[in-house]
């Protein structure tokens, strides 16, 4: 199958996924089945250790080769053998004019259609302060990854309960299983997690860290969902998340959390290692989230992928004079803005 197309008209929802997995192995099998199941198609992002796949109608996989032909630079100047390369396949879900696109693993696997969520409620939070979501859900010992410790074990505000809202711009789905939380939790307390069955939260004013394991985003959004190069592993996700979330809140958009099916049998982690790579969201996230929170509302920004790549653009820049990336993002997240400006240009 060419990389560019399906063989029938391009889906209005998509997976985008990056692994090393051979195409045989368990969990790409599994990944196959569910998304054959429920009519659903994925982007697979290769790297430099995945090996060949065969054409297979479930999946457009985008090898390394077909990843220079595209984007030239900006394949080139993402690090190879690094998650950031998924960027590349939200690219891809941009091209094909998707109206959303689900940012999962291989190693999670959704047990139903996570797009057919029956949900007529949520709870709206009250606060605006960080809130462990995981205490909603009836998880008192654990906490999302990237969450700021004094705030793993607070009491969380109060909410009321509203109607389900009409559009969804980031729906971060609960995982079941060995989900990928914070890794101290992880030490601490190794058993499975079954999150309880309630209502979604809406954060609202509120911030909780969404990461790239289970997560509908809006096509608005595509711009924003940029992974940082020049960060922690651990934190790419968890700091990619909160920069939109604070533009979420900027435009009127909606975040909610809850349960899309999904579990997770997760693929091994060395849990010190991941440890050591999460201690610098504990140091700096809180200082990223107020940064991002005071650009997005002190500029008069459009939402169009135009405006949003160069906004993005000028944040980093603050992030990097604050010494929380690299000055060398900058010139990747550049490439960024001009392959999504040559994708969606400027009405």
Not at 63 to 71: M, R
Not at 90 to 110: I, R
Not at 239 to 265: C, D, H, N, P, Y
């Amino acid at each position: 199958m060419n990389v560019n197309s399906f063989s029938s008209a391009p889906p209005s929802r998509l997976l985008v996924v990056t692994t090393i997995s051979q195409q045989d192995s368990k969990q790409v099998r599994e990944l196959a089945k569910v998304l054959e199941s429920f009519n659903l198609k994925a982007i697979v992002v290769a790297d430099k250790k995945t090996p060949k796949w065969e054409a297979e109608e479930s999946f457009i996989f985008l090898s390394t080769e077909e990843q220079l032909d595209l984007w030239p630079k900006l394949a080139s100047l993402l690090p190879w053998n690094h998650y950031s390369r998924k960027n590349l396949g939200y690219l891809k879900a941009l091209d094909f004019k998707v109206d959303s696109l689900l940012d999962t693993d291989d190693d999670n696997v959704p047990k139903s259609n996570p797009w057919n969520y029956d949900y007529h409620k949520v709870r709206s939070l009250l606060g605006s302060s960080w809130v462990n979501v995981y205490r909603l859900f009836g998880e008192k010992k654990l906490w999302p990854r990237g969450l700021p410790l004094q705030y793993a074990n607070e009491q969380v505000c109060d909410f009321r309960l509203e109607n389900f809202p009409i559009r969804v711009d980031c729906f971060q789905s609960l995982v079941d299983g060995d989900p990928d939380i914070d890794a101290i939790g992880r030490l601490l307390y190794s058993e499975k997690v079954i999150f309880s069955e309630d209502v979604p939260v809406s954060l609202n004013e509120s911030y909780c860290p969404t990461n790239s394991q289970a997560t509908i985003w809006s096509s608005w959004t595509i711009p924003l969902l940029y992974l940082p190069s020049t960060v922690s592993f651990r934190m790419t996700d968890i700091w990619r998340g909160l920069i939109v979330q604070s533009a979420l809140r900027k435009f009127g958009g909606v975040t909610l959390f809850g349960k899309l099916g999904f579990f997770q049998e997760r693929n091994e982690h060395n849990l010190q290692h991941d440890f050591e790579l999460e201690v610098i969201g504990h140091l700096k996230s809180i200082k990223l989230q107020e940064i991002s929170e005071n650009y997005w509302n002190s500029k008069d920004i459009s939402i169009d992928s135009f405006s949003l790549a160069d906004s993005l653009c000028e944040l980093y820049q603050i992030l990097a004079r604050e010494d929380i990336v690299h000055f060398n993002e900058l010139a990747i997240l550049e490439e960024w803005r001009q392959v999504v400006q040559s994708i969606i240009p400027e009405v």
